[in-house]
C-alpha cells in the first residue's frame, strides 16, 4: 500500500500554504487522511536547516554548498515524515519538493543540473511526486502577497533576489510542466482565492478518478 504524493510549486507568494490548508479539510471530508508537510523543512532535522538556508547564513558559501543544504533537508523530511505517511496510505501534501531545487538552485542559481539531479534522486527514492500543482503568477504580483506575510522580519534571502531572478524562476517552473505533463499541472494563481481552489480541485478530483480507474484495471 503506498498512498499518493502532492507536491506543491511556484514563485514566492504564489497563494501554495493557503490552497493546502483548504485541500487538507476537503480530502479529510473525502476520507482521506492526510498529512501536510513543507520544505525546507517538516522534520526536526530539516527545519534546524530551514533557518541556516532562508536566513540567508549559507548564502556566502555558495550556490553549491545551499543545493546540498536543502539535499539534506530533504533526505530527512522524506525519511522521518514522508515515506512512513506513504506506507501507511496518507495523501501528502508536501509545500515545495524537488522542483524548488531544479528551479532556485539550478535554473536560477547556476547549480550544474547533473549534480542536482543525482542527488534528487539519492534523496527521494521511494517518494517521487504523484502529481505537482505549478502555481503560476506573475513575480511582481507574488512579491506584493508575499510581503503580507513577512511582518517585522522582511524578505528572506530568496524573496529578496531581483525581478530578474523570480521571472527566470517562473518560466523554468513552466518548462518543467511543459517536460513532464504526466506529473504537473499548471494552476492560474493570478486569480482570486476561490478560483484557485476550483483549479486545485478540479486537478485533484481527475487525478484521484485515474488513481481509482487504474487501481480497478
Ligand atoms: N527553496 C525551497 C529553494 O531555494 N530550494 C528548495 O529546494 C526549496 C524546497 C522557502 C524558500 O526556499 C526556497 C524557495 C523559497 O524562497 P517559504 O517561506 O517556505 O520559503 O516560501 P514560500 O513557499 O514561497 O511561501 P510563501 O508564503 O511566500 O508563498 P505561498 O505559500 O505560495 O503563499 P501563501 O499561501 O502564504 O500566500 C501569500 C499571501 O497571499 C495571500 C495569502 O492570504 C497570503 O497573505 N493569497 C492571495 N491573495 C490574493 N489572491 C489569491 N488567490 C491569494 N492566495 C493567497
Redesign the pocket.
Known amino acids: 500500500m503506498r498512498g499518493h504524493l502532492i507536491t506543491?510549486e511556484?514563485?514566492?507568494?504564489?497563494?501554495?500554504?493557503?490552497?493546502?490548508k483548504r485541500l487538507k479539510v476537503r480530502l479529510e471530508r473525502l476520507g482521506h487522511e492526510v498529512l501536510v508537510t513543507?520544505?525546507?523543512?517538516g522534520s526536526p532535522g530539516a527545519e534546524a536547516v530551514?533557518h541556516v538556508?532562508?536566513s540567508g547564513a549559507a548564502k556566502p558559501f555558495g550556490t553549491n554548498m545551499?543545493?546540498v543544504l536543502?539535499?539534506a533537508?530533504?533526505s530527512d523530511n522524506v525519511e522521518q515524515i514522508i515515506k512512513p505517511a506513504l506506507a501507511k496510505g496518507m495523501t501528502v501534501l508536501c509545500?515545495?519538493?524537488?522542483d524548488?531545487?531544479r528551479?532556485?538552485?539550478g535554473a536560477s542559481?547556476g547549480v550544474d543540473m547533473v549534480f542536482l539531479l543525482s542527488m534528487e534522486q539519492a534523496v527521494t527514492e521511494g517518494a517521487r511526486p504523484d502529481l505537482t500543482l505549478i502555481?503560476d503568477l506573475p513575480p511582481e504580483e507574488?512579491l506584493k502577497?508575499?510581503a503580507?506575510?513577512w511582518a517585522g522580519d522582511g524578505p528572506?534571502?530568496?524573496?529578496a533576489e531581483d525581478i530578474d531572478q523570480q521571472r527566470i524562476r517562473r518560466d523554468a517552473f513552466l518548462e518543467i510542466a511543459e517536460l513532464e505533463p504526466d506529473r504537473c499541472v499548471v494552476i492560474d494563481?493570478?486569480?482570486?482565492?476561490d478560483?484557485?481552489s476550483k483549479q486545485v480541485d478540479a486537478v485533484i478530483d481527475a487525478y484521484l478518478d485515474r488513481f481509482e480507474v487504474s487501481a480497478a484495471s
Open positions: 506543491f511556484g514563485g514566492e507568494g504564489a497563494g501554495k500554504s493557503t490552497q493546502i513543507r520544505e525546507p523543512g530551514r538556508v532562508l545551499e543545493a536543502f539535499a533537508a530533504r509545500d515545495r519538493y524537488i524548488s531545487s528551479v532556485y538552485q542559481g502555481f507574488g502577497r508575499a503580507k506575510v528572506d534571502r530568496f524573496e494563481a493570478s486569480k482570486a482565492l478560483n484557485v
